[in-house]
């Protein structure tokens, strides 16, 4: 999956070279900072620059720090820093990028201004407004529940359930007019009076948006209802165009064998999260498909990542913010410590990546279909800042409204990933909430589709979500719009850091972006060997995947409690290695020091007394500029490189069409299914099926018209013991004889408790159309097991009936040997992936398969095996396609967890893995 590098880039430079005079610069610095911090230019708005040395040392230190953002850091911030948009950027021979010194400020209004604008609802109404609905809402059995927002926290509000609010919700499910909404709901004066009087209530309570409310994505909302920028606080893009220019297209070539060799190497994103969101859901819905809202309602559903308790014990969750998965770090700490000797790291040499063997995963991550690498150019050498994203618009995005060209690239991206897809349906999510930082996710629309959530939506065809339903297929969760039928792939083409959030709706659909893809590829060393006193530089070829690092403390510049002398800091300094250009800080809130600038050591000595110990990272300044100006004024520069694979990542699921209504899906307690959980330990189980149970249905086998039992361990390990009842008169009885046979059982403790539940079929994992088959299937299946049981079956006879009954469907003609071989090799391998296998356990195995090959099996007259045998032939052959492959697999692992009473998943990874070697043994000697 090697992919190719889109010929466009957007590139980011600071406002002055990096060669810049701070006194030569200082009224275009004033500006700035005028736009920045108003607070502090008060502070020096009359300062010339022939003052600057006069200042005292905290100001002037202040100044120092805006001045070293404005010549090193090229992060978007007001007129600090500047993009650029350059198509065809590559060439044969490297020719220098030529940029306008001159900045194009786009202005825009500041998005916090939002919160002081007010206006007139019944005005409003007589200017024959728009209204759209917050389609957040969903029933409970007597109210509706909705998301709002209330001082920038989230709650679900609930109202009582209305019909005439049904319908109005319902009629805005796009963009409506007041008088186009009164034509549609058909209402005479009286009704229009008692519609508009309860619009208003609906818009304070949040339930429905106007086109006065603000939307994030699309046309900007401010030029949208008529406000201009002209004496408003204003939010800034600055742009430089280019000139003239492109890079070497020769320095890029190892970036593809670079991103093959990670992608083999680093594991997949893992939102853990996810997965317990995953296995809540299984637990609570197995295979249905519900609506979104009602799966993470934290009372019907089962809620997303704890956050609907975000609040109830602040306290105490604080201990758990920011805790990491180390298993990534310290698998690849394991792969590499052979070829890495900590000890070895030397200042002067670099370690170089593809010069390291080491094994690489079986199996290669699979990479989103767009994704980004954030770099610099110095000289010869691409020193990599961040390789990955789930989309290369997360960090383009922004600059879409500052730019046609731009816009039009992002949509560009967001066809890739379409066409790759042809059968998903992407979405951009619309999301506000901080407005001190909600500048960055303003973005024109570049996705087809949006979800906007608790903001207004000027696209054509809004996605609602209510509309949305949510499943898990194969351990992957499956949104899907049941108005259009499509898959749905949630986007967020903004670079804002969405686990701020706590909003469980925003962060499920953020975090599903990351669901089977490897969004992470950046590699240093510093994440692989954590807590070293120094990293050497890490490179692939000319390519530089960490720079050098040296950790340094508080305690290194003072003496005797008083700061070192700049003369000191130099020669300590210097006797640490430590480069001639180095930075420190936090993620790109950084401030670069030049190691011969008294000047810039005394500010780090500064910046020292208020750590206690951090790093300092080398930078690696260039002897000739990739970028500058055309008064050759060199920039340090940062170019946002995309990437891109044509290759489908997404697989689609049909959705069922049949009606489930058609046959009853629940019987409660009384009706003609009796359901009992006995809670019991596994090895009790066995007994109770031998005993107990046979002894119970032989007594009332007139009465009983079917029956079957699997085992379960959620909530504790028991039997579910299910039986269906010629007449439902009988059921008080069953229950109160069953209760006695289980009697001294539960007085010594043996069973710990037995319920009568209600049973809930499972229509959406069998199909409406063959449940009864099924149920009749695992009656068989079950008298089947209990007859093995009743003889103390070892394991591996349990193993070779299972494979004898392959041997009768392929007999039977259910499947030809290979499909059989293909499926039963695809539900191994994902075992073994399950069970995290090595070398080692496969040796064990082999060994066990040998064992399990020579022991005898003696295939004896079994009437219970033929009707088992029969009866899964039978209802395979009422399946076709995918479905009889997905219901094979079903109806195994069913028979699996009735075989064994514990460990059923690692068993059933051992007879599968028996069983395909069984299968190719039988097909090689023919």
Known sequence: MKPHIHPSIIFRTPKFSYQADLEDSWDELKKAISISSTAFYETIRNVEAKDLKNLSPKIYFTVWKYFNRAKYRSTPYGTFASFSFLADAFHETSKKITISEEQIVHQFVDWPYRNKLNFDFEEWIGHNGQLF???????????????????????????????????????????????NLIDKLELNEAGKAELLELLQDMHSLQLIFTNRDPNIIGEDYFKRIGIESSNLPKYLIAERKVIDGGLDEHLLKPIPGLIDLLSKTLKSDNRKALKSFISRFNSKFDQQEVPLSIALDPEMGVGYDELEQAGEDDFVAQFNAGKKNDEEKESLKSVLKNQLSTSAFKNTEPVYLNKLAFETNEKESTLPNTFSLLMSVVDDLLCVDQIGGVTANALTGRFSIADKAVEGYCKEISTFEQIANPDMLFFDVAYMVETDVDNINRRKLVYDHQLSILNFDTSIVPLLLSDIQISVRNHEVVLRSKMLNKRLIPRMASAYNYTRSDLSIFRLLCDLQHQGLQTSLSLTLDSIFPDLDFYPRFQYHHVVLS???????????????????????????????????????????????????????????????????????????????????????????????????????????????ENLDAVQQLFLPGQEWLYFEIYCHQQRSDEL?????????????????????????????????????????????????????????????????????????????????????????????????????????????????????????????????????????????????????????????????????????????????????????????????????KLFTDLMHMHVNRLFSKDQRTNEMVMYYFLLKDIQRKRAIG
């Open 133 to 179: 609905c917050n389609s957040s809402y969903y029933l409970t059995h007597n109210s509706i529940r909705y998301i709002a927002c209330t001082n920038a926290v989230f709650e679900l509000a609930e109202i009582d359930r209305n019909d005439f609010v049904m319908e109005i919700l319902s009629a805005c499910a796009k963009p409506i007019a007041i008088n």
């Open 547 to 657: 720079a050098a690092k040296w950790r340094v403390k508080k305690a290194h510049f003072l003496l005797d409690k008083e700061v070192i002398s700049i003369d000191e800091c130099r020669l300590f300094l210097n006797k640490l290695g430590v480069s001639k250009y180095f930075k420190t800080g936090l993620s790109d809130q950084t401030l670069c020091f030049n190691l011969d600038r008294d000047e810039d050591l005394n500010a780090f000595l500064q910046y020292m007394q208020k750590q206690s110990q951090l790093y300092l990272e080398e930078v690696i300044m260039p002897i000739d500029s990739v970028v500058a100006d055309q008064n050759q004024k060199p920039y340090l520069t940062q170019f946002i490189l995309n990437l891109y694979h044509n290759n489908p990542i997404y697989t689609k699921f049909e959705s069922s069409s």
């Open 689 to 885: 099926l031998v005993g107990v149970i046979p002894a119970f249905l032989n007594q009332f086998a007139s009465k009983i018209k079917s029956w079957f039992f699997i085992r379960y361990n959620e909530h504790g390990n028991h039997l579910r013991f299910r039986v269906l009842l010629h007449d439902n008169s009988d059921g008080q009885k069953l229950v109160s004889v069953f209760g006695n046979y289980l009697q001294d059982y539960i007085f010594s403790g043996l069973v710990s408790d037995l319920q009568l539940k209600s049973y809930k079929r499972e229509l959406e994992r069998y199909g409406a159309d063959i449940i009864i088959n099924v149920e009749d299937h695992f009656s068989a299946d079950s008298n089947f097991v209990i007859s093995l049981l009743q003889y103390g079956t070892a394991a591996f006879a349990k193993y070779k009936w299972c494979s004898k009954i392959v041997d009768e469907l392929l007999k039977a003609g259910v499947f030809d040997s290979e499909v059989m071989v293909k499926v039963i090799k695809m539900v191994s391998d994902s075992f073994n992936k399950e069970h995290h296998l090595n070398a080692t356990d496969f040796k064990k195995l082999n060994q066990q398969y040998q064992q399990y090959k020579n022991t005898p099996f003696e295939i004896e007259e079994n009437e219970s095996f033929n009707i088992f045998k029969q009866s899964f032939i039978q209802l395979l052959n009422l399946t076709e396609g995918n479905r009889k492959v």
